[in-house]
């Protein structure tokens, strides 16, 4: 069985300050990990993907993040946020053939 | 051009009466999904479906059910609505082998009133 973490519901930050988005997970076997983006009233769009390879994965809008395995962790970074940024963001986990399990997602609240 | 589309975009009924909801996907991808996301933003997987089989999540009330008349369509019926399924429904759909991640559709907000 897998499962996902999101240790924060919810991340208030000003705009152009860094953001760190946390995400542990929890699998008997290998791991694919993802993390989408929800904007208000609107479906999720991928942001970024772990599969193998280099543990530091850039996505789209600036957002970066970084597999550790030891810490079975892959937390979500922007340097400089934007109001535009303001969302809810879900991590998920795979183990390849099976369906992704999602966290219960972290709305980032970014003010001026 | 959309590559997960869902109708309708919202829907409002009332409890008891049965309803669907369409999903087209125009990405060649093998298996579809169904999520439903409650009012505190948790997704839970509902159901997924390719041509070999449908997997169904055990919780899932036997009033739902997912109808694939061919690969690109996965739609979801539901019989005598209750209070408790007003949510939005998301539908999905992946490769098979799911690297690549899940393209969804924009949501279903089902009300039930």
């Known amino acids: 069985a897998q499962s996902v973490t999101q240790l924060d519901s919810q991340v208030p930050v000003f705009e152009e300050a860094p953001v760190e988005l946390r995400c542990n997970y929890s699998?008997?076997?290998?791991?694919?990990l993802f993390w989408y983006v929800q904007y208000p009233n609107q479906g999720l769009q991928l942001l970024l993907k772990?599969?193998?390879?280099?543990?530091l994965v850039k996505g789209i809008n600036g957002f970066e993040a970084e597999f550790n395995k030891s810490q079975t962790s892959f937390h979500l970074r922007k340097p400089s946020v934007h109001i535009s940024d303001t969302a809810e963001y879900f991590c998920?986990?795979?183990?390849?053939?099976?369906?992704?399990?999602f966290g219960k997602g972290t709305m980032l609240l970014v003010s001026p | 051009d959309t590559a997960v589309s869902q109708t309708p975009k919202y829907l409002v009924t009332q409890m008891g009466n049965d309803k669907s909801i369409k999903c087209e996907q125009n990405?060649?991808?093998?298996?579809m999904y169904w999520y439903k996301q409650d009012s505190k933003k948790f997704l839970k997987i509902m159901f997924s479906?390719?041509?070999?089989?449908?997997?169904i999540n055990e919780t899932v009330p036997n009033r739902f059910s997912p109808k694939s008349p061919d690969k690109a369509h996965l739609n979801l019926h539901i019989n005598s609505l209750e209070l408790g399924d007003s949510a939005v429904y998301f539908c999905?759909?992946?490769?098979?082998?799911?690297?690549?991640?899940?393209?969804f559709g924009s949501g279903t907000r089902l009300t039930v009133v």
């Open positions: 999905a759909s992946s490769q098979e082998q799911v690297t690549r991640g899940y393209t």
């Open positions: 699998s008997s076997v290998s791991v694919y």
């Open positions: 772990y599969l193998s390879g280099s543990t």
């Open positions: 998920a986990v795979s183990s390849g053939y099976s369906t992704l399990t």
């Open positions: 990405l060649g991808h093998d298996t």
């Open positions: 479906y390719n041509n070999k089989e449908l997997i």
